[in-house]
């Protein structure tokens, strides 16, 4: 067995018993918790994924502070610090801190720091990291939306700034909703690319629309595609067709992909109609894409994903993809009446749209 076919998998039992949070449902906070781990574990065990030759079950990087600096104000750090030695508390409404969520936090970090450079260094060719809490909300100065630390930007300037690793990146965000803090660390950056497709309310004004294209050099390489609740797996694949041609252009050395699965149809604090078949299809197509413009290297990075019974498929279609192996979805996902219910008008409309914004940034994208 050669490292050229081996799938890193980083994993470590705290994130499947730490930063528990402080109240019981059905308060919005109480889903990122620790069973999101232990489901997904005690599900690839079961399903002897993990016993796998080609997978390869790794720690997390351990990082310091002055790591974590990379990407956050020492006050933003310093906070989490000492609310976590207090004992926890609340941040705004949407973020929660326990007494173990600094450590976790880091650890979280040094986990995506670990899938990234792993792929980097030809040490795996693809890497998926359990971890949480999830990133892809945090600001430079604050935490937001469940996420403490931004795992992945930290990761990025982790090779920017320490490996000096400044080849072209490009991150594609799946998360139901938009990366708003992955958007704003690398607005401005040509080296970097940051496709996003998300759910949105068209009824109010919000970010994460189709004109944020970036600014500066980085003009162009800001690709927000809002969707309408409720989209379905046909829907999510015409969206995604977008990324053959950008890849492929753009030529990044390494694809990141921001794997949230709360687009899934159960997910409680997401409103759209994907099984876990259409994240199935969707690594497919990625590791298509990246054996022909980056040599197969892709870092899956855990983000949302809350339902419990469908988060363990939907990881599980990821890996499969990977190992090109055939995925089985469970047979509730079967014959569901609504994966008819196309948005595909709608969502022709939006990509006329972006497509149109697009084309003076890129030779690939026409009408």
């Known amino acids: 067995m050669t490292t050229d076919n081996l799938i890193g998998l980083i994993v470590d039992d705290d994130f499947a018993s730490k930063h528990i949070p402080p109240y019981p ?11 999101r781990i232990r489901a997904i574990l005690n599900h690839l065990e079961r399903t002897n994924i993990l016993s796998n030759e080609r997978i390869l079950k790794v720690k997390p990087r351990n990082v310091s502070q002055a790591v974590v ?3 956050h104000s020492k006050y933003h750090i310093e906070s989490i610090k000492r609310i976590s030695k207090m004992g926890g508390g609340l941040l705004e409404e949407e973020v929660f801190v326990t007494e173990d969520t600094y450590e976790l936090a880091l650890k979280a ?3 995506a720091i670990e899938a990234i450079e792993g792929v980097i260094n030809n040490k795996y060719t693809q890497s998926f990291a359990l971890i949480r809490p999830p990133g892809h909300h945090a600001l430079r100065e604050k935490a937001s939306g469940l996420c ?7 990761a990025i300037l982790y090779l920017r700034k320490q490996l000096n690793f400044n080849q072209k990146i490009a991150i594609v965000d799946v998360d139901d909703h938009f990366g708003d803090g992955l958007a704003r660390y690398f607005y401005g950056d040509p080296s970097i690319l940051y496709f996003s ?3 949105f309310d068209f009824t109010e004004g919000d970010l994460g629309m189709v004109d944020e294209l970036g600014m500066d050099e980085g003009i162009g390489k ?20 977008l990324l053959d041609p950008i890849l492929t252009e753009f030529q990044p050395a390494l694809i990141v992909v921001a794997a949230g699965f709360d687009m899934y149809y159960a997910d409680p604090i997401g409103n759209c109609s994907l099984t876990s078949l259409a994240y199935n299809q969707f690594a497919d197509m990625i ?7 980056c040599e197969g290297k ?13 988060l363990p498929y939907c990881v599980e279609a990821i890996i499969k993809a990977l190992l090109k192996e055939k995925y089985e979805p469970p047979d509730y996902e079967k014959n569901l009446s609504f994966l008819d219910d196309s948005k595909r008008k709608d969502i022709g409309k939006i990509k006329s749209l972006l497509k149109n914004l697009l084309n003076p940034y890129w030779d690939q994208i026409k009408l």
């Open 197 to 199: 497709i998300h759910e």
């Open 25 to 35: 449902r059905p308060s919005f906070i109480s889903f990122e918790n620790p069973l």
């Open 109 to 111: 970090v040094g986990g």
């Open 148 to 154: 403490i630390f931004n795992n992945i930007a930290n």
């Open 222 to 241: 800001n690709i927000n595609f809002p969707v309408p609740e409720g989209i379905t797996n046909e829907d999510f694949y015409y969206c995604l067709d």
């Open 287 to 293: 590791l298509k894409i990246a054996e022909n413009v």
């Open 69 to 71: 600096e990379l990407a």
């Open 298 to 310: 892709i870092s899956f990075i855990l983000e949302g994903g809350y339902d419990i019974i469908g």
